[in-house]
Every structure is written in structure tokens, then in C-alpha cells.
């Protein structure tokens, strides 16, 4: 079992910025594919951006790209999220996942290829 500790959410106007971290329980953490999803209310939860098991590859929902960054530190058992330029429809339940299952063909995009989520963190983003 993998426990996903998510922090940083928060409230931050229009244009502003924030960063979200989460730290997997397990010190395997560089062997996991690691993504990050967003829900907004009475949406369905969606992609936002994802890290190969090494680091590096990133994959990005078009709605976040040129605006949000991630990045891991295997050395910290950290994953992060950094959001520029933030936008009220980025108001949304932002959770952490890791991907332990191996696939031969991971899409990094697909909620199901996750098997461990976070509780989630509020990012508010005021107009």
C-alpha cells in the first residue's frame, strides 16, 4: 500500500501562482510513474500533466501547457507541481496518483494506469 501525502493547495487571484508537492510513503518512489488530476464541481476528474518513473519525460493536458511544470525528486520522495499564470477554470480538487502496475505501453494520461491517489488539495483561483 502507497500513501500519497498531497500540500499547498490553496486560494490565489487570477495570474498568480502555487505549488503542490506530494510525498509517497514508499522510498521505491523512483520506480512510479507519477500524475497529477484535477476535479472541478459537477465535472469529471480530469488530466493535468504527468512524470515517467525516471524523470524524463512530462506530459502535459493542452488547457495547463506553457503554465504548469512538474517535476520529481527521487532524492526527497517528492513529485511537485508548480502553476503559473493560474485561471479561475483551474479552480478544481488537484489530486496526486502513482503508478506502480508496469505496462508496457503506459499512456501516463489515463486515471485507470494510476493505482495509488492522494485526498486531494482545494486550489481556488479568484477573478
Known amino acids: 500500500q502507497v500513501q500519497l501525502v498531497e500540500s499547498g493547495g490553496g486560494l490565489v487571484q487570477a495570474g498568480g501562482s502555487l505549488r503542490l508537492s506530494c510525498a509517497p510513503s514508499?522510498?521505491?518512489?523512483?520506480?512510479?510513474?507519477m500524475g497529477w488530476f484535477r476535479q472541478a464541481p459537477g465535472k469529471e476528474r480530469e488530466f493535468v500533466t504527468a512524470?515517467?518513473?525516471?524523470?524524463?519525460?512530462?506530459y502535459y493536458a493542452d488547457s495547463v501547457k506553457g503554465r504548469f511544470t512538474i517535476s520529481r525528486d527521487n532524492a526527497k520522495n517528492t513529485v511537485y507541481l508548480q502553476m503559473n499564470s493560474l485561471k479561475p477554470e483551474d479552480t478544481a480538487v488537484y489530486y496526486c496518483?502513482?503508478?506502480?502496475?508496469?505496462?508496457?505501453?503506459?499512456?501516463?494520461?489515463?486515471?485507470?494506469?494510476?493505482?495509488?491517489w492522494g485526498q486531494g488539495t482545494q486550489v481556488t483561483v479568484s477573478s
Open positions: 496518483a502513482a503508478g506502480v502496475t508496469y505496462y508496457s505501453s503506459r499512456t501516463y494520461y489515463t486515471a485507470g494506469e494510476y493505482d495509488y
Open positions: 514508499r522510498r521505491t518512489f523512483s520506480s512510479y510513474a
Open positions: 512524470i515517467r518513473e525516471s524523470g524524463g519525460s512530462t
